[in-house]
């Protein structure tokens, strides 16, 4: 995605010790009670991890019950997030997306239905042409309840099949909003080539394989 390169000139030592610190680092993310958000508005929010967060935000949007999807960055350990620093792979955030929902339309597990069916499930560190670990797929809990829901239907994928699923499985601290020119990106530029070539189609395999979950004005 966006096709940036970083040129890194660290010593191996350094490197090394870096890599210690941050894994200890991001750990403790994984390790750590998660954070409750309350419903509002009578609107939840639900976080999940994808690949490119422009494709994972057009899917979830076009899901009857999901009134905006958020792209953002979550999962990592470091409270400075930009999109620069993500593209480093050195923060441990994703790219994620928030969505707000109605849970009243669509339940919390039925999103777990639409993450797992709108991706490759079984790819590890990044989604189609985009690799790395800020594209790796992270699904995020508030909750026990939530938790549950997310493993079992992980589990029941696994079975289904007998692969492996690359998602990790995080307890939701924090969601960092994306600048504002990746807001509704593939909306805003259908013409552009990404998205021409990874982002529509992604969202019309899905639109295909769940055409009951699908808005009225997203059936065509």
Same mark, same amino acid.
């Given at each position: ?125 990044? *989604?189609?042409?985009? &690799? /790395?670990?800020? !594209? ?6 508030? #909750?026990?309840? %939530?938790?549950? =829901? ?22 939701? *601290?924090?969601?960092? &909003? /994306?600048?504002? !020119? ?6 805003? #530029?259908?013409? %552009?080539?990404? =998205? ?25």
């Amino acid at each position: 995605m966006k096709n940036l390169i970083y040129v890194l000139s660290i010593s191996l030592f350094f490197s090394c010790h870096n890599q210690a610190q941050v894994s200890d680092k991001q750990q403790a993310v994984i390790d750590a009670e998660p954070v409750a958000v309350p419903i509002k508005d009578g609107k939840a929010r639900a976080y999940f991890a994808s690949g490119c967060f422009w494709c994972v935000e057009a899917i979830f949007e076009s899901v009857k019950g999901v009134e905006e999807s958020i792209s953002g960055y979550s999962g990592g350990h470091t409270t400075d997030i930009n999109y620069e620093k993500s593209n480093t792979g050195k923060t441990g955030h994703a790219e994620a997306v928030e969505i707000i929902y109605d849970p009243e339309v669509v339940s919390f597990a039925t999103l777990v239905d639409v993450y797992f069916g709108s991706q490759n499930p079984t790819q590890v560190n990044g *989604q189609g042409p985009d &690799k /790395g670990s800020q !594209y790796r797929s992270i699904i995020f809990y508030q #909750n026990a309840e %939530q938790k549950k =829901i997310i493993e079992e239907k992980k589990t029941a994928l696994a079975k289904k099949l007998d692969a492996k699923i690359a998602a990790e499985v995080y307890p939701f *601290q924090k969601f960092y &909003k /994306g600048e504002d !020119y990746h807001q509704d990106f593939e909306k805003r #530029n259908p013409n %552009q080539s990404y =998205i021409r070539a990874v982002s529509i189609p992604r969202l019309n395999r899905f639109k295909a394989k769940f055409p009951e979950l699908l808005k009225e004005d997203e059936k065509h």
